[in-house]
């Protein structure tokens, strides 16, 4: 009997399914977009009931269009956004819709959590320090203080994939790579929630869930909806695991010195260690593959600057009104050629509703540096892929600092990673040949994999990974042709921030 594996990834704005085969080989994928809580310029939610119907529709898309029989389904796993903190309820109803990493109203929150750890403690611990949304446990603390009738009746607090889990099998878990993120759980060694810092922060460590590897089976499914739909009751579900740790696994980064770019809404540098040896100018977090850690540079708002860019710039002119979303980007880039390489004198910083890694900074927002009358709209389009580029150099730099390595090279996945127009940008901004593998959506295939290690198709994560076939679309060869004017734009870039970064909390007295 055939066997197929069910990998569900909730990203920022929608979700999608993979069901792979035994071999990996991928048999049907599927997409469906979902809303946003969005009540005013702080507050990110994810919305629970819409992100279901999304999951719902995936399914039938699969199984009616695509004529793929859910009986060899064996496996379910849970790829996700992270963080995306919900609360539940005693009979597992959801209190708190899942807050998302571009949320920022526990700034405060924050605060208090370093103070009360110490920041140099919380790192020993966690490998991270404490930022608003970023990292769930201010979220946890924000709910405790302003909710508090919310907090005494939840039962679990969880991340995104708890939500999936519990939804389909009444069971509540959260894997290593998601608990990474709470600033609550023992990172560096321990691989369980501290006591000593529920005590420190004020969360009770009964709220937390049950912490387990990314491989580990969950319970059965029992939820009707999907019973209903041709999902066997009792199929198994495996909780799986932060969907660039999901992604990067499918891209074969399994082993001491990996390395992958994966480019989308964010843009994340991921780099594999066996060693818990940490910088805080990284996210840090335990990779799905037990016992390696990874460090992730995370450049949250990249890829959505640039739609932002075209939604905005774009869209009202006739030649970009009837085009789809690849298209007009096709056409974005091909402006952006027409801008010579230092966009006009034009930097930017791609910090437009903070960033995480490398500054932590809730309050920072974008910059365009250099604007002159003479600044064309192409300017600013090739800036906005420039200072990705910048951001990126900057990271895989502190990256060979931490490590000792030098790379000459690194994988690239993700929907964004096939713009050959900013793959050439990073990779002449970097030093790096930039290898681009010819699978836009890996997540939902890296959770796949996990749920067949879960459920025993395979033996274990390496030989997961390597079932799966990584066609290469294109390399992308870096020259220093351009690297005067890039590296005078980069000390633009790498100064500016330090010198304004106090003048966006004066900023956030007017808005946000």
Not at 217 to 245: P, Q, R, S, W
Not at 330 to 353: C, H, I, Q, T
Request: glycine share 8%; with cysteine; charged share 25%.
């Amino acid at each position: 009997m055939k066997k197929y594996l069910l990998g569900v990834d909730v990203g920022t704005s929608s979700l999608k399914v993979a069901i792979i085969d035994e071999n990996a080989e991928l048999i049907g994928t599927a997409s469906s977009y979902y809303k946003l809580i969005t009540p005013n310029q702080i507050c990110v939610q994810i919305d629970t009931k819409d992100m279901w119907r999304a999951y719902l529709d995936c399914l039938k898309n699969l199984f009616e269009n695509q004529y793929i029989n859910p009986k060899f389904i064996c496996g379910i796993s849970i790829s996700s956004l992270c963080p995306g903190l919900t609360a539940f309820g005693e009979n597992g109803e959801v209190l708190v819709d899942p807050i998302i990493y571009s949320d920022r109203r526990s700034v405060d929150e924050a605060e208090f959590i370093k103070e009360a750890v110490g920041v140099e403690k919380l790192f020993e611990i966690t490998g991270n320090t404490a930022m608003a949304g970023a990292i769930s446990g201010t979220s946890m603390l924000w709910i405790k203080r302003n909710l508090p009738d919310v907090y005494k009746k939840t039962k679990y607090f969880g991340h995104v994939n708890t939500l999936m889990a519990q939804k389909m099998t009444g069971e509540y878990a959260i894997d290593y790579s998601n608990a990474s993120y709470t600033a609550l759980f023992e990172t560096t060694g321990g691989f369980k929630w501290s006591k000593f810092l529920c005590e420190k922060i004020g969360i009770d460590i009964n709220k937390l869930p049950r912490v387990c590897p990314s491989t580990t089976i969950v319970g059965t499914l029992i939820n009707k909806e999907l019973i209903a739909l041709g999902l066997k009751e009792g199929t198994k579900v495996v909780i799986g695991g932060g969907d660039t740790a999901c992604a990067t696994l499918a891209a074969g980064v399994v082993k001491n010195g990996d390395v992958c770019e994966s480019a989308g809404t964010t843009n994340v540098l991921t780099i594999c260690v066996n060693e818990p040896k940490f910088s805080n100018s990284f996210i840090n977090r335990c990779h799905v593959v037990e016992g390696t850690w990874i460090y992730q540079g995370a450049l949250s708002h990249t890829g959505s600057s640039y739609q932002w860019f075209r939604d905005n710039f774009y869209n009202d002119t006739i030649e970009y009104e009837n085009l789809d979303e690849n298209q007009a980007f096709e056409l974005m880039n091909r402006d952006a050629e027409g801008s010579k390489p230092g966009a006009g004198g034009v930097v930017f910083l791609p910090y437009m509703l903070g960033e995480r890694s490398p500054i932590w900074d809730p309050y920072a927002r974008g910059v365009f540096f250099g604007i002159s009358l003479r600044t064309s709209k192409k300017d600013v389009n090739r800036a906005i892929m420039e200072g990705c580029g910048y951001g990126l150099r900057q990271l895989s730099e502190m990256a060979e600092d931490l490590t000792g390595d030098k790379y000459t090279s690194f994988k690239s996945i993700g929907g964004g990673a096939k713009s050959l127009t900013w793959a050439k940008i990073k990779a002449d901004i970097t030093g790096k040949d930039i290898e681009i593998l010819d699978m836009n959506d890996m997540a939902p295939i890296g959770t796949a994999l996990l749920a067949g290690v879960g459920v025993n198709v395979f033996k274990d994560v390496y030989e997961a990974a390597d079932k799966v076939e990584k066609k290469i679309y294109k390399v992308v060869k870096s020259d220093d042709s351009n690297k005067e004017v890039y590296d005078i734009c980069y000390e633009i870039y790498t100064s500016l921030y330090p010198r304004i970064k106090d003048m966006y909390k004066l900023r956030s007295k007017i808005i946000d």
